[in-house]
Nanobody, 125 residues
Framework: QVQMVESGGGLVQAGGSLRLSCAAS????????LAWFRQAPGKEREFVADISWSGGGIYYADSVKGRFTISRDNAKNTMYLQMNSLKPEDTAVYYC??????????????????WGQGTQVTVSS
């Protein structure tokens, strides 16, 4: 059974930084594409960033490009999201996701196999 657990969320002032982690279990972690999504109150879940199984393919939403960095450590079965220059509009619950597709850019959330439980990120102005 695959389990994914996010950590690292919290309350930060605008302009600050946070680093999210997603620890996953499963024998084929290194073969999965991984992604971060987020969902703000009253809004749909939206794509933030994804990374291919090898780490060679990385995509970002335009809203976070240049501020967020996604990475993965297959030896530790862990994915990260470094978030810098945070803005109040980044406030949301952040979810990690995994699937055996080559990448998750453009894939509807309902079609992705595995999800974490989410971690709250709140950015105050």
């Amino acid at each position: 059974q695959v389990q994914m657990v996010e950590s690292g969320g919290g309350l930060v002032q605008a302009g600050g930084s946070l680093r999210l982690s997603c620890a996953a279990s499963g024998p084929t972690f290194s073969a999965w594409a991984l992604a971060w999504f987020r969902q703000a109150p009253g809004k749909e879940r939206e794509f933030v960033a994804d990374i291919s199984w090898s780490g060679g393919g990385i995509y970002y939403a335009d809203s976070v490009k240049g501020r967020f960095t996604i990475s993965r450590d297959n030896a530790k079965n862990t994915m990260y999201l470094q978030m810098n220059s945070l803005k109040p509009e980044d406030t949301a619950v952040y979810y990690c996701a995994a699937d055996d597709r080559p990448n998750l850019l453009g894939v509807a959330p309902g079609l992705i196999d595995y999800w974490g439980q989410g971690t709250q990120v709140t950015v105050s102005s």
